[in-house]
């Protein structure tokens, strides 16, 4: 008896065996689109770094909320840029900030899209970084103080939720956070609302774009005394396993794509819901590359979100998002 010929091939002849057989789909369902929101009106400012991206006032911002509710989208996530950076990023946590006033016209226009926020104080403050700077006076160091940073972070979280948002998700990577802002919003009433840790988050290059964007780009230093080394695997779950204690509803990995192990090791230690942050270089660099005539950027970005899928993602959260939505229609 021979080997079997075509033993692998057979499976392969015609799409619609393909369709049968496959392993992994995107979805729709699977995508979340983030979202810039600037103070001003009839403002649709085009991310240079990002083509097809923008920043938004809040009447355009609540017109593509529409669109994307209408195209099947199960949720945005929305990202500040408030009128004025100061030392407390108090635009993060003012009633009136700039995402508190997003999510209230949002909700007033959209009904069926979920409002997730972003909870960082790095768009707020005048030096950029995600949290309150103090002075060690032993070392004369400047650094994040975590606990001060805290009280900003929960402030931020409740009145994102006093202004209707549906899932929080905290990208400072403080430690604490997550307990800290779960028990406040527990006790404002808020004990529905999810939240989404951004759980494994390295210090990454692939953010350029997106501080570009955010107008977000630290004016000292770096983000390496809270973001997680690039180096670590196991440090990341010992990061899950705390958010996860401290009431994490879904955990995320960012970026996505230089940390595909990451997602899997997540996935196969827990059994919580793992998002993916398909971050702004990452999009970047095809779009680029898509520009150049070097690929295909429809193909590469399908083949990359089903890599994620693949690595264990249950949601991703990708500038892909509304193409993907019409390029998966049936
Ligand atoms: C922090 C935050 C960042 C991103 C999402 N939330 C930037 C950072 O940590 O510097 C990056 C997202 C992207 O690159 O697409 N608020």
Redesign the pocket.
């Known amino acids: 008896m021979g080997f079997p010929k075509q033993r692998m091939r057979r499976l392969r002849q015609n799409e619609n065996i393909r369709r049968l057989v496959r392993e992994t789909h995107v979805s729709v369902d699977d995508l979340i689109m983030?979202l810039f929101v600037r103070p001003g009106k009839g403002i649709k400012q085009p991310i240079s770094s990002m083509p097809g991206n923008y920043q938004m006032s809040i009447d355009k911002l609540t017109e593509e909320a529409k669109e994307l509710e209408g195209l099947g989208i199960p949720g945005i996530i929305l990202?500040g840029i408030p009128e004025k950076k100061d030392e407390m990023g108090s635009g993060a946590y003012a009633d009136d900030g700039i995402v508190q006033k997003a999510i209230i016209a949002i909700k007033k226009t959209t009904k069926n899209i979920l409002v997730i926020t972003?909870v960082?104080?790095?768009?707020y403050t005048n030096h950029g970084h995600?949290g309150f700077i103090s002075k060690d006076e032993k070392t004369d160091h400047f650094d994040v103080d975590n606990d001060m940073t805290l009280e900003l972070l929960v402030k931020e979280a409740v009145s994102h939720a006093r202004a209707g948002a549906d899932i929080v998700a905290p990208?400072?990577m403080m430690d604490g956070r997550v307990g800290a802002i779960r028990d406040a919003l527990d006790e404002e009433g808020f004990n529905h609302i999810p939240i989404i840790a951004?759980s494994a988050?390295y210090a990454?290059g692939?953010?350029?774009?997106?501080?570009e964007?955010?107008e977000?780009t630290?004016g000292f230093g770096d983000?390496s005394s809270y973001?997680m080394d690039s180096h670590n695997a196991r440090e990341a779950l010992r990061e899950v396993s705390l958010d996860i204690e401290e009431g994490a509803d879904i955990v995320m990995v960012?970026?996505a794509l230089a940390y595909l192990d990451i997602i899997r090791m997540i996935k196969d230690n827990f059994n919580y819901p793992v998002a993916a942050?398909n971050?702004?270089?990452?999009?970047s660099v095809v779009k680029a590359a898509a520009e150049k005539g070097w690929i295909d950027e429809k193909r590469v970005a399908l083949e990359i979100l089903t890599g994620i899928k693949r690595a264990g993602a249950d949601m991703i959260?990708t500038?892909w998002a509304k193409d993907a939505a019409q390029w998966l229609k049936k």
């Open positions: 983030p990202f972003d960082c104080m790095c768009e995600c990208s400072d951004y988050k990454s692939f953010y350029g774009p997106f501080r964007a955010a977000s630290p983000r973001q960012k970026p942050y971050v702004s270089g990452e999009f959260l500038y």
